[in-house]
């Protein structure tokens, strides 16, 4: 696998572990991952922390120029948030590990001109199974289901 | 001026107080507001709290009924990322106070069935107008420019 896509996924299991949404993401930067998150909903009570604005977030505050030579990852196909962060920074390129368990906004992104990539990573598609499996509930909550 | 574009007003002007980027917003459930907030970005160093952002994420973790039963306020037109929350949460509508100084996704959030309401305040276009010219590059690095 990708380093980059695997250290996303490192980041979802670590918030697996946390008993948490198992969603991860790392921004990268010129090859050198500058934010690396995860979804933060059951260890924060944040309903704004998915993994993606958790990179985003643990990045800091970066001029417009680093965004928009910068390549976001993250294990899911990315929701409307996630998807508009994304658009608003002009973050030009993103990887998702899967859309198998969750088919996020990646026509909205290729419509305004961010090129979107699907490994199809079966680790990702397998952990995410096994979080509905046992929290479909707190999945939902998430998705605003 | 209505009650919860005033309280959304507030939230901006503390904000200002404050030295950071004065957008504010309250999200109101059946006629209570739920959740306050404004952009955090100087006060926190943070890249994901707008003011919507912030409302929602001090409403705390609610089911998909609270949001799609009610109408997030706003000083200004909602970036792509503020917009594709409101799209994830399944808000129905959303008040705004002005878009004279920044256009959001209003069509994206019309296009998807939300209903969209902009106030043209005054007030609101006065403070956005008298930060902008004080702070230009504080207010572009908040819009990923």
């Known amino acids: ?41 059951v260890q924060e009570g944040s309903v704004v922390l998915h ?30 948030m996630c998807s508009g962060t994304v658009l608003l920074y002009g973050i030009p390129k993103v990887v998702i590990g899967e859309n198998r368990t969750f088919m996020g906004e990646e026509d909205l992104l290729r419509s305004r001109g961010v090129e979107v990539e699907v490994a199809d990573n079966q680790e990702c598609v397998q952990l995410m199974q096994q979080f509905i499996r046992e929290k479909p509930e707190l999945w939902n909550e998430d998705i605003g289901v």
């Open 51 to 80: 993994g993606e604005m958790d990179a985003l977030e643990n990045a800091g505050r970066q001029p417009a120029s680093v965004y928009r030579e910068s390549v976001l990852y993250t294990t899911l196909s990315p929701c409307p």
């Open 1 to 41: 696998m990708d380093q980059y896509l695997q250290a996303a996924l490192d980041e979802a299991k670590k918030g697996y572990r946390e008993g948490g949404i198992p969603i991860g993401s790392v921004l990268v930067h010129k090859g050198k991952i500058i934010g690396r998150g995860h979804n933060k909903r």
